[in-house]
């Protein structure tokens, strides 16, 4: 087995620092707003009144809540974001300098309203519904080059939350051409984000995103799909809510023949011979698994599958509880697994891919009060052909599977912000260059702390609250 580590070398949760003793700067790039939750007894029926349990306001948005997440795990984090000139923002900006985010780059639009979600907690069903009204859009004019320049001085890591795409498209391209790694979140499908994706390090998702975007059925077949699109990320990571969380890594010592299908034909044709000579001569001794076995074994913990191991230092996490709210006790109880590194095979494909990806493209485009507009929603457009896997395809690649933390039914208030949560332990795993599984359980454990307080950011804990294991 071989650890497989973020962006940093490993060090003390304490020593999370640049050159000089200086905090290492993640910058988070995307939407805030503010949150009204209203916790409910149960979700209102059509027409139905009821009166709230609770009402509060806080600050939200992925990329808000990621970088207060990962202030309080001791990073330095920087926004850069557009809000309106009114109540709302001021509420937005306070709150975040509060927390020890950096705010400097964060545009304000006179006579603009700030974005704002409703956001309704149902307490009996441990689910929250968010109606969203966005603010003023980022346009990529507004990015001038001395901005830009600026908003990346020292900056370790760049966080796209997959939002305001026209303007991040123009960050990116200056993030890659000073080497700065980047990490972008896929939650939804949304027009732009397939070409930020194509540029990122490092991928993120939703459990539905890789299933929508691909077309195909099951996450397994939809992570392979979604590798060979982003030939250039090194991992693919989807949470998957309380089932844990999965990986699907890159090796970084093998070369372009095991990064993607579309490379492998390439190849192929330019040495005229046929696909099986180029994997053989690539990969002669390499194993190959249908991912889909492999994933169900791993999330069932039956361990039937050849070479899927638990670390010692995964191991070594079972049992390493936190404190959060009120002393709640969280745990893993399952350590996490990982794979040998495979040729991952793709199942027989169905033939309905093209149709449920226009579908979900609909979908969202209607969601997002843009009906009309899915074209720009689709991943399929020129690519179309180049993207789709058959039977016998492969990917190479390792999974590395996280189960969710133990947490008592009767302590979780709120799931809202638990994915922002986990996002804020990515970002600070990648920086100070945690193992990859050792990142998820941290994650994973700092998600189920959240949902412990009512909003996205109440209950986030800090270094002090999460086991010293977790984070070094």
């Known amino acids: 087995s071989q650890a497989r580590r973020g962006i940093a070398p490993a060090r003390c949760a304490s020593e999370v620092d640049g050159k000089g003793g200086e905090k290492k700067v993640v910058l988070g790039f995307g939407s805030v707003c503010v949150d009204y939750l209203a916790q409910v007894a149960h979700f209102p029926a059509p027409d139905e009144k009821m009166r709230t349990e609770t009402m509060q306001m806080q600050g939200g948005g992925n990329v808000g809540n990621a970088l207060t ?15 309106g000139n009114d109540g709302v923002g001021q509420s937005i900006v306070e709150e975040l300098r509060a927390a020890g985010v950096e705010t400097p780059f964060l545009i304000v639009q006179e006579g603009a309203p700030s974005p704002f979600t409703y956001v309704i907690v149902d307490r009996e069903g441990a689910s929250r519904t968010c109606i969203h009204t ?46 700065i790694p980047t990490l972008v979140e896929a939650e939804r499908l949304r027009p732009n984000l397939e070409e930020l994706l194509e540029q990122a390090d490092y991928v993120f998702t939703s459990a539905q995103f890789p299933i929508q975007w691909t077309g195909e059925e099951v996450l ?19 949470t ?4 844990g969380s999965v990986m699907l890594d890159r090796p970084d010592d093998l070369s372009w023949s095991t990064s993607s299908i579309a490379k492998l034909k390439k190849k192929a044709r330019e040495l005229k011979v046929s696909m099986a000579d180029v994997v053989a001569a690539a990969l002669p001794d390499m194993p190959s698994t249908p991912i889909h076995k492999l994933l169900s074994e791993m999330m069932e913990n039956r361990g039937t599958v050849d070479a899927v191991y638990s670390s010692e230092t995964a191991q070594s996490l079972v049992g390493a509880d936190s404190i959060g709210q009120k002393d709640t006790k969280v745990a893993l109880g399952t350590a ?21 990806r226009k ?23 020129e690519k179309r052909g180049r993207w789709d896997l058959q039977a016998g395809d492969w990917v190479c690649g390792r999974l590395i599977y ?11 208030v709120d799931t809202t912000g638990a994915g922002d949560a986990f996002m804020a332990s990515v970002l600070y795993g990648l920086v100070s260059g945690l193992e990859y599984e050792k990142m ?4 994973s454990v700092v998600a189920a702390i959240k949902c412990g307080g009512l909003g996205a950011r109440s209950a986030l804990p800090s270094k002090e609250d999460v086991h010293h294991r977790l984070l070094q």
């Open 69 to 83: 997440g990962a202030c309080k795990l001791g990073l330095r984090a920087r926004l850069m974001s557009k809000i």
């Open 134 to 179: 966005p603010g003023p859009p980022l346009m990529p004019e507004e990015l001038d080059p001395k901005t830009i320049e600026s908003v990346l001085e020292g900056v370790a890591l760049v966080y796209f939350d997959g939002r305001l795409t026209e303007a991040a498209l123009e960050l990116m391209k200056a993030a890659k051409r000073k080497k």
């Open 220 to 238: 397994g077949e939809a992570l392979l799909a979604t590798a060979a699109r982003l030939p250039e990320a090194k991992f693919i990571l989807s």
């Open 240 to 243: 998957l809510g309380s089932k």
């Open 336 to 356: 996490p697994s990982t794979s040998s590194f495979f040729k991952l095979e793709v199942r027989e494909p169905t033939a309905s891919r093209l149709q449920r």
């Open 359 to 381: 579908d979900a493209a609909r979908g969202e485009a209607t969601a997002n009060a843009d009906a009309g507009s899915e074209g720009s929603y689709s991943s399929d457009k």
């Open 402 to 412: 996280c189960p969710a933390a133990e947490l008592p039914v009767d302590a979780v």
């Open 440 to 443: 998820m359980a941290l994650g």
